[in-house]
C-alpha cells in the first residue's frame, strides 16, 4: 500500500469518535445498569473553540448515534455532522471497498470517501480523535494527517479516565499534518485526566434499547459469518 499524499497546510476537520471521547457508558454510577456518562462539561461550547470543522465518526448504528448525542445536549445542527456505522458500510460500497470491508468489516478508514463527499474534507488535513489506537492507526494509514489516542476508563472504585478536551484546540492550533512524502502521519496521545462523576455528567441514557435495530441485528449476523469463514481458512 502506498503512503496517500500529505500536505503541510494546518488542520481544517477535526473527526471525533463518540464513545470514549465525548462520552462513555459504564455501570459505576451506583447502578447494575449501563448509563452514558458525559466526560466534559459545556461540551458544546467546547466543540465550537476547537478552531476547525468538526464531524463525528462513530460504530454506533445511526438511532444509538442521535440518543447518545442528544442526551449529551447536542441538537440538530451536531446530529447532521455524524457519520454512523450506516455510512461506514455505504462509504464502502460506494466507493468499491468490497474486499476491505468483507476481510476487516466496518473499519472506520471505510468512512473517508464519505468524509471527503459530504464534509468536503481532505483526509491529509483533518485530526482524528479515538480511544482505541488501533482505530486511530488505520485512519492515519488511510491519509489521515494527525491522530490522537484519547485516555479512557474506568477504575475499580469508579473513578473516571479521560482527558482535557482543550488539549483538541491546542492539537489544532500548534500541529500541522505530516508534510507530503514523509511518510506515516504523527499520532499523539492526549494526556489522562481524572474526573468524578457529578450529576452533570449524568444522562440517564441507557442505550440496550436503541442498540436493539435493524441494522445491528444485521450487522450481527454478518459478523458471525465473517468468523466461521475465518475459522475455516
Excluded: Y
Excluded at 12 to 41: F, R
Amino acid at each position: 500500500m502506498t503512503v496517500p499524499e500529505r500536505d503541510c497546510r494546518g488542520v481544517e476537520t477535526v473527526v471525533l469518535d463518540i464513545d470514549g471521547v465525548l462520552v462513555l457508558e459504564t455501570s459505576a454510577t451506583g447502578s447494575s445498569e449501563e448509563e452514558v456518562l458525559v466526560l466534559h462539561d459545556g461540551l458544546e461550547s467546547r466543540l465550537e473553540r476547537i478552531g476547525a470543522e468538526v464531524v463525528f465518526l462513530t460504530h454506533r448504528s445511526r438511532p444509538e448515534a442521535e440518543a447518545i448525542l442528544g442526551a449529551a445536549g447536542l441538537g440538530r445542527r451536531w446530529l447532521a455532522r455524524c457519520l454512523c456505522a450506516n455510512d461506514i458500510l455505504s462509504s464502502a460500497v460506494l466507493s468499491g471497498q468490497w474486499l476491505r470491508l468483507a476481510r476487516h468489516g466496518l473499519r472506520k478508514s471505510l468512512a473517508l470517501p464519505k468524509l471527503r463527499s459530504r464534509f468536503g474534507a481532505s483526509p491529509a488535513r483533518c485530526l482524528f480523535v479515538d480511544d482505541r489506537l488501533d482505530n486511530v492507526l488505520d485512519m492515519c494509514r488511510g491519509g489521515v494527517g494527525i491522530g490522537a489516542v484519547a485516555p479512557s476508563g474506568v477504575d475499580a472504585v469508579g473513578s473516571v479516565t479521560t482527558f482535557d478536551f482543550d488539549e483538541i484546540a491546542e492539537i489544532v492550533r500548534s500541529h500541522q499534518p505530516a508534510v507530503a512524502g514523509a511518510g506515516m502521519a504523527a499520532v499523539l496521545h492526549l494526556r489522562p485526566q481524572e474526573i468524578r462523576i457529578e450529576s452533570q455528567h449524568r444522562t440517564g441514557l441507557e442505550t440496550r434499547h436503541t442498540a436493539r435495530n435493524g441494522f445491528n441485528i444485521a450487522r450481527g449476523s454478518v459478523a458471525m459469518i465473517r468468523r466461521g469463514f475465518r475459522q475455516r481458512s
